[in-house]
């Protein structure tokens, strides 16, 4: 069980780099924190941002699974 939870937290890890690296980019952190930074995200860009969410939820959870299990 313990290979299984190792293989799919590097596969996760991988999903989750590739997530991260299609986000848009320009969006530091000067224009993270300033006005004009707002602005709805629509269509793909909305997928990809609740995709990133979602894999880092789960690669989250696999990494404390994997530290409990002997």
């Known amino acids: 069980m313990k290979t299984w939870l190792i293989l799919a937290q ?5 999903v989750l780099i590739s997530l991260v690296l299609l986000q848009a980019k320009g969006t530091g952190l000067g224009r993270a924190f300033g006005s004009i930074a707002y602005h709805s995200k629509r269509g793909v860009e ?25």
């Open 10 to 14: 590097i596969i996760t890890g991988i």
């Open 46 to 70: 909305k997928m990809v941002f609740r995709s990133t969410i979602l894999i880092a939820v789960i690669f989250v959870a696999l990494s404390i699974l994997n530290v409990l299990t002997f």
